[in-house]
């Protein structure tokens, strides 16, 4: 079955890198996303790669992926406060049960201190 | 672009009344859209998926005689919840999907039922 694990904390000082990890288990999942929620709002696509890709850099934003693994992970460089937030990790399976929906992790909160 | 809208942010009713939240997408027409619960501090729990001139899928649990969806157009969907009562009190969050696979968010709503 389709399942997203994230750790669910991680803490870093402003200017440092974060790097949120987590993991997928089906190998069918073309996409995956990483989603930014601030508290009170929405979901705000912040990336994704496809998955025939291993990696994808947009702007502070790197994504790397293992897809022997089914790891994903989400660095963010010089890390701001404004980056406080939780960010989900989702894939896209295209079999199975839950073809066409988006898994979710549980989200990991990102505390960044000044 | 991919911009998704959410009417009402807040809505506070009395328990027994039922109330209805739009979800738009602004700028791309949506095929499918999506709905969606949040509790506090958890994922996000997906209600039911709704195709354009369609019926709505629920996910396993979710009672649609409950939570009445309506897709009349490739911009809007609406989602009624009926008969609300203190335990339906949750952040209610609407996605649309174009032609490809990405899903985009509205802003959410919260509803808290007296």
């Known amino acids: 079955g389709e399942d997203v694990e994230q750790s669910l904390f991680l803490s870093v000082r402003e200017g440092d890198s974060s790097v949120i990890n987590c993991t997928y288990t089906d190998s069918s999942s073309t996409y995956l996303y990483w989603y930014k929620q601030e508290p009170g709002a929405g979901l705000q696509l912040l990336t994704y790669?496809?998955?025939?890709?291993d990696m994808k850099q947009d702007q502070r934003l790197t994504v790397l992926l293992n897809k022997k693994d089914k790891h994903l992970s989400l660095r963010i460089a010089d890390t701001q406060t404004g980056d406080s937030a939780i960010y989900f990790c989702?894939?896209?399976?295209?079999?199975?049960?839950?073809?066409?929906?988006?898994?979710f992790g549980q989200g990991t909160t990102l505390q960044v201190k000044p | 672009g991919a911009v998704v809208s959410q009417h009402p942010s807040r809505v506070i009713c009395k328990s027994g009344t039922s109330v209805k939240i739009e979800c738009r997408s602004l700028?791309?027409?949506?095929?499918?859209m999506f709905w969606y619960r949040q509790f506090p501090k958890q994922s996000l729990m997906l209600m039911a998926t709704s195709n354009e001139g369609s019926k709505a899928t629920y996910e396993q649990g979710v009672e649609k005689d409950k939570f009445l969806i309506n897709h009349a157009s490739l911009t809007l969907s609406t989602l009624t919840v009926t008969s609300a009562h203190p335990e339906d009190s949750s952040f209610y969050i609407c996605?649309?999907?174009?032609?490809?696979?990405?899903?985009?968010f509205g802003p959410g709503t919260r509803l808290t039922v007296l």
């Open positions: 790669i496809f998955s025939n890709m």
């Open positions: 996605s649309a999907r174009g032609d490809g696979a990405t899903q985009y």
């Open positions: 700028d791309f027409q949506a095929t499918t």
């Open positions: 989702a894939e896209f399976p295209t079999e199975g049960s839950n073809t066409g929906k988006l898994i």
